[in-house]
Nanobody
Framework: QVQLVESGGGLVQAGGSLRLSCAASGRTSRIFFMGWFRQAPGKERDFVAGITWSSGSTYYADSVRGRFTISRDTTKNTLYLQMISLKPEDTAVYHC?????????????????WGQGTQVTVSS
């Protein structure tokens, strides 16, 4: 099992930036793909961005492409999400997730390991 801990959330004005981090520990050798998801109040958890752990290939939801950048540091076992030009509709709890099995995974059921989430609030 992989343990994941997110950090970096907070309150920011529209147009601002935040950088989220996700520290992985435990059986990190089994990580093949990692993703960021977000869940707004009363809504389903949605895929935001994903990255193949070894190659660094990235994938984005249309709603964040061009504003968010996913990256990873394999030496630190840490995943990042750089967010710029934030909008009020980006307000949500952001979770990182890891999977040993699939590529371009956009469904939450494809990820066995999850962090507890970090709140991002964008004020207008």
């Amino acid at each position: 099992q992989v343990q994941l801990v997110e950090s970096g959330g907070g309150l920011v004005q529209a147009g601002g930036s935040l950088r989220l981090s996700c520290a992985a520990s435990g059986r990190t050798s089994r990580i093949f793909f990692m993703g960021w998801f977000r869940q707004a109040p009363g809504k389903e958890r949605d895929f935001v961005a994903g990255i193949t752990w070894s190659s660094g290939s990235t994938y984005y939801a249309d709603s964040v492409r061009g504003r968010f950048t996913i990256s990873r540091d394999t030496t630190k076992n840490t995943l990042y999400l750089q967010m710029i030009s934030l909008k009020p509709e980006d307000t949500a709890v952001y979770h990182c997730a890891a999977t040993p099995a699939c590529v371009r995974c956009r469904g939450e059921n494809e990820y066995p390991d999850w962090g507890q989430g970090t709140q991002v609030t964008v004020s207008s």
